[in-house]
């Protein structure tokens, strides 16, 4: 069982990640093009605050973002839970 929820946690904050980086990708080369992708590569999304600057210039909240985010977390959480020694 324990092998199952490790499995699940790391597929569940992989997932997470590469969703979010996407999203970082695809919202910088909308907003800089070309230069937006390569800066997307270099800068990390933390660093320019990123879910509040996409509120700002779309005017959307990015909830998507943060309930990518959040299962992120929830994935960290199975698979510490499924590592720890009896």
């Known amino acids: 069982m324990r092998t199952m929820g ?4 790391i597929i569940l904050f992989i997932g997470a990640g590469i969703l979010m980086f ?3 990708l695809m919202a910088m ?3 800089l093009g070309l230069l937006g992708t ?3 590569f270099v800068i990390a999304p933390g ?5 509040i600057i996409f509120w700002i210039i779309e005017g959307i909240f990015p909830t ?3 309930i990518v985010w959040g299962t992120g977390i ?3 959480f199975i ?3 499924s590592t720890k020694d009896d």
Request: charged share 5%; net charge positive; no cysteine.
């Open 47 to 51: 660093l320019v605050i990123f879910p």
């Open 79 to 81: 698979f510490g839970v």
């Open 29 to 31: 080369s909308k907003w």
């Open 22 to 24: 996407t999203f970082w």
């Open 38 to 40: 390569i800066l997307a």
């Open 6 to 9: 490790k499995i699940i946690g």
């Open 64 to 66: 998507f973002y943060f």
């Open 74 to 76: 929830v994935g960290m």
